[in-house]
């Protein structure tokens, strides 16, 4: 069930499903469940992101105080990488998605959770939209990635190949980890604005991490409810987007000659495994 806003409700959506901000309309409260969500985000995970993200924090100055202004943090994106946010009502169509990404844009949901909802989310909304996604969009390399994954999407769908690339958004932009001298960081955006999450993701002795293989995450489910029990971990956003670069035909066609498919508790013998988690934490909740 989608969250009420009124200011989406009132509001034809253009061709392309973006609607007015219209950032006035925000009410005090829903401005405090942005400072309140920030200020538990970016404590939480200082010591545990990429640099790249806070950096990207920093440059767009989300912590300013309240719900950003479109009007405000467009400007310095597109100046930054090109980038703009625009608003949704709640979720697209793939196709639309995708070419928004396509084009530059990062469609962003308008409404926040309501302070009695700030650890569970069965949507995502503008604070999981633009704390978790629009940081890693000031880093070129990353910026690049989305748009590259936009036109592979239009692509996909063409091919029927949507499932498949869809895991790969949500083993890198959603739950994505990083290899950093100084031990794993999160870069994901489903991470970065869960304050469960964040830790779980990186301390939690429960789910597996395994180094990134393109063809491996292709082949592999993913859970939408829960933590996840399987991370994948990139070495560099340069691999990431180098990976990326190849002609996914041959990829798709291996994808249909070999219909193997993993569950997200699978290791297999060519993983690189990074942890081997217990699956304590899956097991619990199975009873
Ligand atoms: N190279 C991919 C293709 O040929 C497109 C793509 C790029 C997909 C980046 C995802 C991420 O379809
Ligand atoms: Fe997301």
Redesign the pocket.
């Known amino acids: 069930m989608a969250v009420f806003d009124p200011v989406i409700d009132e509001q034809t959506p253009a061709a392309d499903f973006t609607i007015a901000q219209k950032w006035d309309r925000y009410t005090a409260e829903e401005h405090a469940a942005w400072d309140t969500l920030y200020a538990r985000q970016v404590e939480i995970t200082r010591e545990r992101s990429v640099k790249e993200f806070r950096t990207g924090l920093g440059l767009l100055d989300l912590g300013s105080g309240g719900i950003p202004d479109l009007d405000v943090i467009n400007p310095k994106l597109k100046a930054l990488t090109g980038w703009e946010v625009v608003m949704v009502p709640h979720l697209v169509p793939d196709e639309v998605f995708f070419t928004h990404l396509a084009n530059r844009r990062f469609p962003a949901g308008r409404f926040i959770r309501k302070p009695t909802q700030l650890d569970y989310l069965e949507e995502p909304d503008i604070f999981h939209d633009i704390f978790g996604h629009v940081p890693m969009l000031t880093l070129p390399v990353f910026a690049n990635?989305m748009q590259?994954?936009g036109?592979?999407?239009l692509?996909?769908k063409s091919l029927g190949r949507l499932k498949e690339?869809a895991r790969?958004y949500w083993y890198t932009v959603e739950f994505g980890l990083i290899q950093r001298p100084s031990g794993l960081k999160i870069y994901g955006a489903g991470i970065v604005s869960s304050a469960g999450e964040t830790p779980f993701s990186l301390d939690s002795p429960s789910p597996n991490r395994i180094g990134f293989d393109l063809e491996r995450v292709m082949r592999t489910d993913y859970i939408i409810d829960d933590y996840q029990q399987l991370y994948v971990v990139i070495e560099s956003f340069e691999q990431l987007?180098g990976a990326?670069?190849?002609?996914?035909?041959p990829i798709y066609d291996r994808l249909s000659a070999d219909e193997t498919r993993y569950t997200v508790t699978d290791l297999i013998e060519d993983d690189q495994i990074i942890t081997r988690g217990t699956q304590a934490y899956a097991a619990a909740k199975a009873g």
């Not at 990326?244 to 035909?249: A, E, K, L, M, S």
């Open positions: 990635y590259a994954y036109r592979g999407g692509r996909a690339l790969l987007l990326t670069q190849q002609d996914f035909g």
